[in-house]
């Protein structure tokens, strides 16, 4: 599922991409048998297979949810540095219905560039397969970019920490209902810009990058939150971004924390109730001991 509030839009010299508003469900029923063999339902995360067609040329297939197809596609050619503006794209058709959504053959999203956008589509052939789950892949050039990314001088408190995390405690969530899926957010403060879920953490950040492009939101005075683990794949989305602090539920690699410290950015993970720790750039947060008792 996924939540967001009604940004206006800044004045854009292009209109911005057409995007279908393509909905999936999110979880389905099924029988299982419990430790005493009794029957019952429940429900589970309805995974399902996205390709992605860039200009009619087959590009990647993504396992998803399909919560926001569109803005999941947009943020993953933003996060891979496929394109750099959101006026190269003239609109993101999704279709489930090829696929039906089921096991097999998967939905399509079609992708069409404007006539002056210049995509190079052979970076994509130039992949490396990582830790996450879900997508987990980035393509291999990234790391070499990451000194060209210069993060705002923003802060957090504590107090605004604290009240995130149990923003998304309180939130309602398919991982309540069904389990077997992360979750991230954008803040600013501890006030929830926007939520979404999907089965890898990847494709999850990359639907909050494109939600950020499609209504020109900067990540200057951003926070963004993920319950999974900070590997450097997801530091560096985050960075690219321009979010210059992330909050976990879970821990950080040891990668993740070197391009963490070498971006400047403020990593804290294992962040429950009242507990965290601040991996990096600790000078980021604005530290109230008093309110941790």
């Excluded at 929830?192 to 020109?216: K, Q, S």
């Excluded at 410290?261 to 429950?272: D, N, P, Q, V």
């Amino acid at each position: 599922m996924s939540v967001a509030m009604n940004v206006p839009a800044a004045e854009s010299v292009l209109p911005k991409p057409h995007l279908t508003h393509a909905r999936a469900p999110l979880t389905r029923h099924v029988s299982v048998c419990n430790e005493f063999g009794e029957t019952s339902e429940t429900q589970i995360p309805a995974e399902r297979a996205l390709t992605i067609y860039l200009d009619k040329k087959e590009l990647v297939t993504l396992m998803t949810l399909g919560a926001e197809p569109e803005w999941l596609v947009l943020g993953f050619l933003r996060n891979q540095r496929l394109i750099d503006s959101v006026d190269q794209i003239e609109s993101i058709t999704v279709d489930w219905t090829i696929g039906e959504g089921e096991v097999g053959e998967p939905g399509v999203a079609a992708v069409k560039t404007r006539a002056n956008a210049q995509i190079v589509i052979e970076r994509s052939a130039d992949r490396v397969v990582t830790t996450g789950c879900g997508q987990g892949s980035v393509f291999g050039d990234l790391m070499a970019h990451i000194d060209e990314i210069a993060l705002p001088p923003a802060q957090i408190t504590q107090g605004q920490l604290y009240g995130l995390v149990n923003a998304i405690r309180l939130q309602e969530t398919t991982y309540k209902s069904s389990g077997s899926v992360h979750g991230c957010a954008l803040f600013k403060g501890d006030e929830m810009l926007m939520f979404v879920e999907d089965v890898g953490r990847h494709n999850a950040v990359d639907t909050i990058a494109g939600w950020m492009w499609m209504n020109d939101v900067d990540g200057q005075d951003k926070v963004f939150y993920t319950t999974g683990r900070l590997t450097s794949e997801m530091v560096i989305k985050s960075a690219q971004m321009g979010v210059p602090v992330v909050v976990s539920r879970s821990g950080i690699t040891q990668m993740g924390l070197d391009v963490a410290k070498r971006l400047g950015l403020c990593a804290i993970g294992r962040a429950t109730n009242k507990r965290f720790l601040c991996f990096s750039a600790p000078e980021r947060l604005l530290w109230q001991a008093e309110l941790a008792s």
